[in-house]
């Protein structure tokens, strides 16, 4: 079974970039699709970006389009999201999470692995 440990998280004024990473034990991350996933308080868990096992595939929510970007590194057994021109409606707990390489998919409720989630919070 692979952990998942996510750091990077804090607190950053609106507009600012942040950059958050996903560190894999237990298990080589090439054997995994990966996502992002975030939580605000009192919401459901909601798809951020996803990269397919290889990294060659990326997806991102059109929330964040244009802003975040998710990318892996199978050599290292990490992951990274770098977001930048942050908003406050981006405040949330984030989750690196994993999944076999036969799924694909947006739905949170699909992935198998998670970490322990790392708090982001914009504002001024």
């Known amino acids: 079974q692979v952990q998942l440990v996510e750091s990077g998280g804090g607190l950053v004024q609106p507009g600012g970039p942040l950059r958050l990473s996903c560190a894999a034990s237990g298990r080589s991350l090439s054997s995994y699709n990966m996502a992002w996933i975030r939580q605000a308080p009192g919401k459901e868990r909601e798809f951020v970006a996803r990269v397919n096992w290889s990294g060659d595939t990326t997806h991102h929510a059109d929330t964040v389009k244009g802003r975040f970007t998710i990318s892996r590194d199978n050599a290292k057994n990490t992951m990274a999201l770098q977001m930048n021109s942050l908003k406050p409606e981006d405040t949330a707990v984030y989750y690196c999470?994993?999944?076999?390489?036969?799924?694909?998919?947006?739905?949170?409720?699909?992935?198998?692995?998670w970490g322990q989630g790392t708090q982001v919070t914009v504002s001024s």
């Open positions: 999470a994993a999944v076999g390489r036969i799924v694909l998919s947006f739905r949170p409720s699909d992935y198998t692995h």
